[in-house]
């Protein structure tokens, strides 16, 4: 039985008939609760057509929630459960590859949440696997297996990148490019043939001038910024490889232990070494390692930032430190689980519970800054207990930390005087921004030990500036830019190719496949989007593998999950068996599911027959948001049929412009005969981006949303190309962090452990 079969016999197994209200059929309550009260004479409810079903659908138990309180009615499965579970207690199912446990003799299905979560914390060999990659690739498997039946988004298209060189920029062949190390990474190892020693980076990012910490305040910062922010601060000691893994840096740490004490909690001790300087000459010692963390986890710098740092892998942090605002009582001014033992060590202490990881390697991840730009004239001390950090550091102005204006100012301000006045541990110091032009000027830092192949960079001037797309190819010819990064689709990478085939040698290229891909997402907790039938059928009705084709010229393909394929944990996970549904193009398979989930109705509850379906969703289940569902322009609207309201198959599509993924969009879904086929109708909205991700997030993070909901499908674009694949808490069900955790705004119904 194939996995989509599979999953419509037992949606078709779960169909509730609830009889016409007239009739005195209605589903009987529990007991403890009172019957329904009768509707008031002057607004009566509407009548049902006689015969209307409502399926009993999966992600009706995510949407009861609302009304529900977490550790109280529910928590999620991997809370509950998780870890005690190892690879070894999953049940998988031979036919889907859906994963399952049993827990007091009751079989439970694993969803996103306890996947993800067990991906990186229940990595203990057990069974059959003998590593810790092993177990990783296995848990991983079943989370891109979960995924793909779900569809929290529609990959599009996954492009090959094509980066185009100045060959005076000497290097590039033996040192390229790929997707975990861009032109800002790789050009330490470039030399350049160019009269004043320098190379010229573009990108069609705005930068802000935000360098010194580029997320500073922000939710989303610009990849310019942070390029610029990655070629400043540096001696990390724990460092990125070139393939997209995580080592301990050679350069910077001399020696590095790990002990483990009664309780579970895991100390890992750092020693550097002590001929490291800053760019302007001061010794850098293990002070410049802790003073980030240990500023950043107070509320001096939450008013800074006007966010709070996570800190949940340092033991101390939540429960002492963080409420220390300087006053006695508040707190404990002391950090327990960072130490500073003597001017070259220091280590931290990572709490049982967020143990075993997977990525454990990360907690010992520091980069070396200047102590001053985050405590003024404030130091660090430990007599023991812990670091604090001295002086008036906690001084307030009325309600204001003084430090904390001058902190915001440190890392805001994008005058020269701004950039020079604290040095820099990266191969690079900033010289200067123009805003005008939106170009950044960095100099080369003759203190720069090496990063950890020991390479220090001999590209004097390095230029990074803001291209417009339409006229990058110009400017490169007129000298303007010595890289092209990122060169995708087929009128663009034909005519960059065509270039460099035709220069005698003054222009070369490489290119390698993205780690990513351009998507179709959902707010995949609002509207018909919700359902994983409608998400599968929009998959059903497209022709993603011609849509890739059309979008990339030819340079690309398209994949069934969020991955890579060149990662070393998605070619494991071949190798273990993984099962994929790659949504073969088929309006009667979107048919098909859509009526096993029932949308087989019409506006006014008669079978449906032509035009947009409906779905009747009950009213103790349906939400306020929901209830309110129309399209952009009023023309179809949920109807309240009094125990039941009928959703309409319609989804409200937002997407940024000016954009070519936008524009194939036009024709890919919305005038897709396809989707009408199916029932489905699709409304565009076009609009920038910073709109669009206030859409998304239901939220006026950038100011412009409303208020109330109206979209739940965006196009935009998403990468895998980080060392650590780790969406723990990414997929949460717990309301305390789903706004700013969720990566879909999905609730997997499988990750609900009902309490009561």
């Known amino acids: ?56 659908s999966p992600e009706y138990a995510s949407m009861k929630l609302s009304g529900l309180e977490y550790g109280t009615d529910y928590v999620s499965l991997y809370e509950q459960v998780g870890k005690s579970i190892t690879i070894a207690d999953v049940i998988e ?42 177990v990783y690739a296995a848990w991983w498997r079943l989370y891109i297996t979960r995924w793909n039946m779900l569809l929290p988004e529609v990959p599009l298209y996954s492009n090959e990148y094509y980066d185009l060189y100045n060959a005076q920029i000497k290097g590039v062949e033996e040192h390229p490019t790929n997707p975990f190390w861009d032109p800002a990474n790789a050009l330490i190892d470039w030399t350049s043939e160019k009269e004043d020693n320098s190379i010229i980076l573009g990108s069609s990012t705005e930068l802000s001038g935000q360098f010194r910490y580029a997320t500073f305040g922000k939710t989303n910062p610009g990849s310019s910024d942070l390029d610029v922010e990655n070629l400043t601060v540096g001696l990390e000691t724990v460092s990125t490889t070139k393939e997209g893994g995580y080592v301990w840096n050679p350069t910077v740490v001399e020696e590095h232990s790990e002990e483990v004490d009664e309780e579970g909690n895991k100390t890992t001790t750092i020693k550097i070494f002590d001929d490291m300087k800053l760019s302007d000459g001061t010794p850098i010692t293990a002070k410049n390692y802790v003073v980030y963390t240990a500023a950043s986890l107070t509320p001096v710098w939450t008013q800074a930032a006007g966010k709070e740092t996570n800190g949940r892998t340092i033991v101390g942090w939540k429960d002492a430190y963080q409420l220390y605002d300087g006053t006695e009582g508040s707190g404990t001014p002391a950090l327990a689980g960072l130490r500073l033992i003597d001017d070259y060590t220091f280590s931290v202490t990572i709490p049982a519970d967020q143990l075993p990881y997977f990525y454990d390697i990360t907690y010992g991840a520091f980069s070396a800054q200047p102590i001053d730009l985050f405590l003024g004239d404030s130091d660090l001390a430990d007599d023991g207990e812990g670091v604090y950090i001295t002086g008036d550091f906690y001084a307030k102005d009325g309600d204001t930390y003084a430090q904390a204006t001058v902190i915001k100012d440190n890392f805001t301000q994008t005058t020269e005087a701004a950039y020079a006045a604290f040095p820099y541990s990266g191969p690079y110091c900033v010289k200067s921004f ?70 005698d040698g003054k222009y070369v290229y490489t290119h390698y496949s993205r780690a990513g891909y351009g998507k179709l997402g959902f707010r995949a907790d609002y509207g018909p989007a919700q359902f994983q039938s409608v998400r599968q059928a929009i998959a059903f009705c497209m022709d993603r593998a011609q849509f890739a084709k059309d979008f990339t010229g030819g340079y690309g393909g398209v994949v069934d999950g969020p991955y890579y394929t060149g990662s070393w944990m998605y070619k494991a996970a071949v190798a273990q068996g993984m099962m994929l549904d790659s949504y073969a193009t088929s309006a009667d398979s979107a048919i098909e599911v859509l009526e096993a989930d029932g949308w087989v ?4 509850g008669n079978p449906y027959t032509s035009g947009v379906r409906y779905k009747a969703i009950p009213a103790d289940v349906i939400s306020e948001n929901d209830k309110n569902y129309q399209s952009v322009d009023g023309t179809y609207k949920t109807v309240d049929m009094g125990d039941f309201f009928l959703m309409p198959l319609v989804i409200n599509w937002y997407g940024t412009t000016p954009n070519e993924f936008t524009d194939l969009l036009q024709t890919g879904l919305k005038e897709n005969p396809n989707i009408a086929a199916a029932g489905m109708v699709v409304y565009n909205t076009l609009g920038d981006f910073a709109p669009m991700l206030d859409e998304l997030y239901q939220q006026a993070v950038y100011g412009f949303y409303a208020g109330s909901p109206m979209y739940c499908a965006f196009n935009f674009a998403t990468g895998f190309n980080s060392a650590a694949y780790d969406y723990s808490w990414n997929m949460t069900i717990d309301p305390a962090m789903y706004d700013d955790y969720s990566a879909y705004y999905i609730k997997d119904y499988a990750d609900i452990y009902w309490l009561a």
């Open 93 to 134: 199912d031979p036919d889907t590859g859906l994963a399952y446990i049993e827990v007091d003799g009751e079989q439970h299905e694993l969803g996103l949440d306890f996947l993800t979560m067990a991906m990186v914390y229940n990595t203990e060999p057990a069974g059959d696997y003998a590593t810790a990659d092993d």
């Open 434 to 503: 123009d805003s005008a032009t939106s170009e950044a000027v960095l100099e080369i830092n003759p203190n720069f030990k090496g990063n950890y192949e020991g390479a220090v960079p001999h590209i004097e001037k390095v230029i990074y500036k803001k291209v417009v797309t339409d006229t990058q190819l110009e400017d490169f010819k007129a000298g303007g830019l010595d890289v092209i990064a990122a060169i995708t689709g087929g009128a663009a990478t034909d005519e960059a190719l065509a270039l460099a085939d035709g220069s």
């Open 1 to 56: 039985m194939t996995k989509l079969n599979k999953l419509l016999a037992l949606l078709l197994a779960l169909v509730m008939v609830f009889a016409l209200a007239a009739c005195g059929g209605q589903q009987a309550a529990p007991a403890e609760e009172p019957a329904a009260e009768e509707p008031a004479a002057e607004e009566p409810a509407a009548e049902e057509p006689a015969g209307i079903t409502a399926v009993e």
């Open 601 to 604: 109705y019409d506006a006014e």
